[in-house]
């Protein structure tokens, strides 16, 4: 089973409807696509200790790991108020540990695009370099 791009987003926005973020008011969504096929969801919580706040991709790949599932094919990432945002450098790190190769956003006029992952984390330190 995969699921397309476009398909990814309509996971990501979903869940995104359901972020808690009452301080930004900024919800984003993400949905990932695990190697076996299976998608995992989430959305970002947001914390009064602002810096406790977690992002919407770690909440999904998070979900993943959690369920047991380390190999991770694509990350859609969407934002629903507003257009055009990418992910944030921490979750391009973590995409990166799980062998994330595609990355799928929108753009600003709302058109999914995808990139690999080494276009968003060039020259990224990763599981192998710790030797
Ligand atoms: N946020 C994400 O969920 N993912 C990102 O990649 C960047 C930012 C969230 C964190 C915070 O709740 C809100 O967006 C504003 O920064």
């Known amino acids: 089973m995969t699921s397309s791009p476009a ?30 096929g299976r998608v995992f969801t989430g959305a970002n ?4 200790a602002y810096g406790s706040t977690l992002c ?13 599932v380390t190999e991770l094919d694509a990350v859609a990432a969407v934002c629903l108020d507003g257009h ?16 994330v190769a595609r990355v799928i956003t929108e753009d600003q006029d709302g ?11 060039p020259d990224s330190f990763g599981p192998e370099s710790l030797g």
């Open 84 to 99: 055009g945002c990418t992910p944030c450098g921490n979750c391009r790190q973590l995409m990166r540990e799980f062998g």
């Open 7 to 36: 398909e990814l987003v309509a996971r990501a926005r979903e869940a995104g409807e359901r972020a808690y973020a009452p301080y930004s008011k900024f919800r984003v969504g993400a949905a990932v696509l695990a190697a076996d």
């Open 111 to 121: 058109d999914v695009v995808v990139r690999g992952l080494e276009e968003l984390l």
């Open 56 to 68: 919407a991709e770690a909440v999904a790949i998070g979900g993943a790991v959690a369920a047991g």
């Open 45 to 48: 919580v947001e914390n009064s």
